[in-house]
């Protein structure tokens, strides 16, 4: 075989190792593109959410608690209230 006439077999070789190249390079570029993709989704969402004016799970959980303090703060005045309007009608009432 002289070096003008080609080896099949080193034909199909050589084809499948770029077609092998092409197809990690391919890969590769789809890769890259996902994590773009994904990297200008995650931003966009941050500008929309912040837009939004929406509080984080810390401001939530305090504003919570000061709830709770409130609610149980009002229902001890109310009790002390009805405590206290018991004892105006009882003083009424001796009058």
Known sequence: ???QE???VQTDNKFFD???RLGQSAAG???GMKQEVENLVRQ???T???DMDLVTREEFEVVRELATEARR???ELAGKVEALEAK???LEKKK
Do not use: W
């Open 1 to 3: 075989m002289n070096k």
């Open 6 to 8: 080609t080896d099949p």
């Open 18 to 20: 770029d077609l092998a």
């Open 29 to 31: 570029t789809l890769h």
């Open 44 to 46: 966009r969402l941050e």
């Open 48 to 50: 929309i959410l912040i």
């Open 73 to 75: 703060q009002n229902e």
């Open 88 to 90: 105006i009608a009882k």
